[in-house]
């Protein structure tokens, strides 16, 4: 996960903040709740990218030819796998 939970809390409460101010959003839900449901919607979708990460590497350690990480060959390969993966559970970027 790139994000500490922390730092995670942190958004959520930040996100809350946001939508308290009564211009934006009617919250007709407690805001711990809400809060929660932040932090879990933020945590599923870093759980996909690192899922995406993992194949992506996966995917290219597979090759019968060595491709160097870090090189634009290794690059290029790399994001169509990750963008194929997220593709193939619905998710567009």
Do not use: C
Request: proline share 1%; hydrophobic share 40%; charged share 40%.
């Amino acid at each position: 996960m790139r994000l500490s939970q922390d730092k995670i809390v942190h958004l959520s409460n930040l996100v809350v903040k946001v939508l308290q101010d009564p211009t934006l959003a009617k919250l007709r839900v407690d805001k711990n709740r809400l809060r929660s449901a932040i932090i879990r919607i933020i945590t599923d979708e870093l759980k996909v990218e690192e899922d995406a990460d993992r194949e992506a590497r996966r995917v290219l350690s597979s090759y019968s030819r060595k491709i160097e990480e870090g090189s634009r060959e290794w690059d290029i390969l790399y994001q169509k796998a990750f963008n194929d993966f997220l593709k193939k559970r619905g998710r567009y970027f």
